[in-house]
């Protein structure tokens, strides 16, 4: 017999509580009970991973009102959605980030601490989700929370990658990749949408038929079907009630398991279509810029794709009779040309689905899309063999030759005869092998295109898509990244926060710009104290973990001078090592040299296939090795390479640097947010005039910001008038003996093979310029260690550095993004209660 209404209320009421309520005895009650029932552990039993586990069920527990709210908000037809398409979203670990922007973090720590817990060593024990390579898939990853904390609708739509990139170990000073296995303990922030699922074909060929209104149509008989299905995991926004979804896609078999194959005996047979669906998002392509032309990748960007597009096509038509208002109800970023097939894609599915006239898709494709450049290095620009590509998609090679066709008819119109203009703007580069140009296509196919810093946009309208940028001008804008200041500041750098918020409040958190008011304080000597000391403890947190990690002993009196970010040559690591043998040299030239004693800090991964890259890891490891344990050195100078470099280990770095390093070769770096990240946990930035170094210097003035090297238009200059490495070897004298002392095998054991692919490569071409940046390089980081000895000045950089960064938060890059780009607006989340909530 049922109980009284009231008292199931009341029983309902008193489950709600326990689920969402804040107070420590209820949460710490919370989390033993998600112990026992979701981990089925008892305390005598349980590890830390057990407990983290059991704490983020009950965090999550505290987001699921603000999600269901969020989601059902979305559902109303003059909503309109961002979706951010993207194939990597370099999220991070989410619990730390979690309790900040639902602003229960005390609360937790101390219900944690009161069940004898520490709440940072459960913090620690995440797994972070690696689905991305670098800068692009963290970029996604900002904008995703600044979407939610300004209440923008947003979706971000990706794949789930079962293993991400490769875990970093370092042996014998060489990289070795381990598999990222980051879901094997289960992943608590993810839920599974099975009513979600999908149907992706590949392969085949079309065949036209005529409809029974005799309307000629097109139909794709595909090879193999697979079913794609969603995990989604919320994205919270700073105490806000958003909760926007980032919605990742798995590969499945349409039919996991084929009996009649198992019963002939054919094992592998009755399981091939489900290894083939599963292998789809089996792994994350560890290219960082270079592109690998392998179908698989092909595979996996369609995939997504189509999973996206049919998604957005379901949720559209649950609130409308047709598509008509599909490009008013969704603005889709392509996140740079990875997911750029979905402009074919969203053509197949409106004319040969939906039966749309081919005008009528196009436009709708055209208003819908937008596409982000993020590089302009040649060997990263995607292009497809039409092999390839036809064989794959051979319906999207059928719609992609009508697009080009219509759009050449547009270019012949705008520059009669003009043959060389046709092959330039073509989607289809039929020279010697064809291929499909996807920078093309996306911009073709999308009403926007932005680079990502003011120096790229201008460089992506004057070099690889110029000649589109000459047929349409109106198309192209700028979008200067940015970052997050809740994860890169509040979760990363809680000590300086707290000083921040001390002096100007907390507003600053969500309006970036209110940083500016620190200046009033740089004069203040006992506040310039107060912010030498925070940095002081948290550079002592990261010589702790250095000691403890690699057991070489940092002091945190020296200058940290810190380089992270992927290894690549453009990024330039090798010339900073140039520059510490350099250092080296001086020292043991002259032992009792005035010198500001130095720690330099390296971390970043090598794309596995990149030999030159994984070379200067080796070279970074064997000078740390012999410069660390030269007694001349007497520890002024240390070298560190950090194995595993990631969004957790960024989150202690960035906050412990004194200087960022940001050496790329002028016109390379797009726009870096690394370079973002160090200055505004204070450290000062010596870069050349490259990416987004340039706005961050105009911002910070040009006095706290040192800069060197030559910028574009002199790198031009010296490549045209013929740029011989071998000039600047023989005339600088420090040059010669730094590259010397690497060919002699000094660092190597005696191996004077080792290096010489590097120092060939240097002296025969430098394709970077390093050998033309050198003196101006090693003369800049002579002032930096001038200036590092006088601590008053140098903190009074360091506050102006971090009082004028507020341009280079992500909510700035998302304001410009929904005006200029997606026309959206914020949609304030009022919380229903689904049942009685008093969170
Ligand atoms: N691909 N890609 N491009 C990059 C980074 N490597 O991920 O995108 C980042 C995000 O836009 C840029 O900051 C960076 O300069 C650029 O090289």
Redesign the pocket.
Known sequence: MNPPINEMMQSQIQIEDDRTGLSIETLRRAMADNLFYILGKYPAIANNKDYYMALAYTVRDRLLHRWLNTYEAYMKPEVKIVCYLSAEFLVGPHLANNLINLGIYDQIRQAVQESGLNLQELINTEEEPGLG???????AACYMESLATLEVPAIGYGIRYEFGIFDQEIREGWQVEITDKWLQDGNPWEIIRPESEVYINFGGRTEPYQDDQGNYRVRWIPEYVVKGIAYDTPILGYKVNTANTLRLWKGEACESFNFQRFNVGDYYGAVDTKVYSENLTKVLYPN??PVQGKELRLQQQYFFVSCALQDMIRIHLTESENLDNFGDKFAAQLN?THPSIGVAELMRLLIDVHHYSWDQAWDITQKTFAY?N??L?PE?LEKWPLSIFGRLLPRHLEIIYEINRRFLDQVRMKYPGNNEKLSCLSLIDDRGEKYIRMANLATVGSHKVNG??AL?SELVKKTILRDFYEFWPEKFTNVT?GVTPRRWMVVSNPRLSELITSRIGDNWIKNLDELRRLEQFVDDGHFRYQWREVKWGVKQDLANYIEDKLGIKVSPDTLFDVQVK?IHEYKRQHLNVLQIITLYNRIKHNPNLDFTPRTCIFGGKAAPGYYMAKLIIKLINSVAEVVNKDPDVRDRLKVVFLPDYNVTLGQRVYPAADLSEQISTAGK?????GNMKFSLNGALTIGTYD??NIEIRQEVGEENFFLFGLKTEDIDQLRAKGYNPWDYYYNNPELKSTLDLISSGFFSHGDCELFRPLVDSLLHSDPFFLFADYQSYLECQDRVSQAYKDQEYWTKMSILNVARMGKFSSDRSIKEYCENIWYAKPVPIEMKDYVQADA
């Open positions: 390579n670098g800068g692009l898939g963290r970029l960082d810029e740079d982000t993020h590089t290095l990263a990502v810093a790229h990244n992927r770096e797009a726009s870096g947010t990416g987004a």
